[in-house]
């Protein structure tokens, strides 16, 4: 007989504005300690320097995110100019310096060949695999290492302020897989002037933004809270179309079973379905038909 796991089997998602020196396991960890949860996980890592939006997911919340990891993330983010660093951040040796500085026409300027369907290299140090082993772990053994670019949806790049000449704050909004120390990397290359990363803020990911978040020290607080107040499952879908369905349906999709969907949707669009509000599974459409990938609900409810 299998062991039962300890804890409340809570469903659904908590945000909390995740502070600069911890990391975002070490914010799980908290919260599922706070809320004495059976089951946890989050939707995109912010590095120890990084603060703002993390998205927690407990209990049946865990089957969707990989949906909520496919919105956009906003980033309001400072680089330091004129210095490279062995990370792309405040946290690495610096490893070149230059004395020159770009104006704010010169920066804005850069800004526009980051903008789009971009290619983007990943740092050094990253978690992307090389041969089965972290890029970090690599990095830090003092290889460098020739990382294949990826590509990159950048819907917006812009220079928000500039409060001396070797700082500028800049806001992106990206897709999956984006990484601003790289953006950082990139524009110092490209200005002859060298930058990093100085400090970095996520403001929005997917569905989720500060607005949702609670603070570090509010988890404490939430120890013993018999109602916790997660948001619902079907928060981290909130960017797919939702296909409410009948009970009947509901109960077919629960056993993996293909329904009739009522909404025109394309071939191949990804799309929840929900009875009584409540989500019941994931799935894509095909042929007029919801195909069930993921049960978000137990057969009996």
Request: with cysteine; glycine share 10%; net charge neutral.
């Amino acid at each position: 007989m299998a062991r039962r796991r300890k804890g409340r089997p809570l469903n659904g998602w908590l945000v909390v504005d995740k502070p600069v020196g911890v990391t975002s396991t070490q914010v799980v960890g908290r919260a599922r300690w706070a809320l004495e949860a059976r089951k946890a996980g989050h939707a995109g890592t912010l590095d120890p320097l990084a603060s703002g939006v993390l998205a927690i997911a407990f209990g049946e919340a865990t089957k969707t995110v990989a949906v909520a990891q496919e919105g956009a993330k906003t980033y309001r983010f400072t680089i330091r100019l004129g210095q490279a660093t062995t990370t792309d951040d405040a946290e690495g040796a610096v490893i070149a310096e230059s004395p020159d500085r770009p104006d704010d026409a010169a920066l804005t300027a850069a800004l526009r060949a980051h903008v789009g369907e971009i290619e983007q290299v990943p740092p050094q140090f990253s978690a992307v695999k090389v041969g089965g082993e972290r890029a970090y772990d690599i990095a830090r053994t003092g290889q460098e290492m020739d990382l294949a670019p990826r590509a990159l949806h950048v819907a917006r790049l812009d220079l928000v302020a500039r409060p001396d000449p070797d700082h500028a704050e800049l806001e992106m909004v990206c897709g999956k897989g984006g990484y601003v120390r790289a953006i950082a990397r990139d524009l110092g290359r490209d200005l002859g002037c060298h930058a990093h990363v100085s400090a970095l803020r996520r403001t929005a990911a997917g569905p989720f933004t500060l607005a949702d978040a609670i603070g570090w020290e509010a988890l404490e607080a939430l120890r013993g809270v018999a109602d916790p107040p997660l948001l619902p499952v079907a928060a981290g879908l909130a960017e797919l179309p939702e296909v409410p369905v009948p009970a009947a349906a509901a109960a077919r999709l629960r056993h993996g079973q293909a329904v009739p969907v009522a909404a025109s949707l394309p071939w191949g669009t990804p799309a929840w379905a929900s009875h009584d509000g409540a989500p019941v599974a994931l799935g894509t459409v095909r042929g007029g038909d919801l195909v069930p990938d993921r049960v978000l609900a137990a057969p009996d409810g």
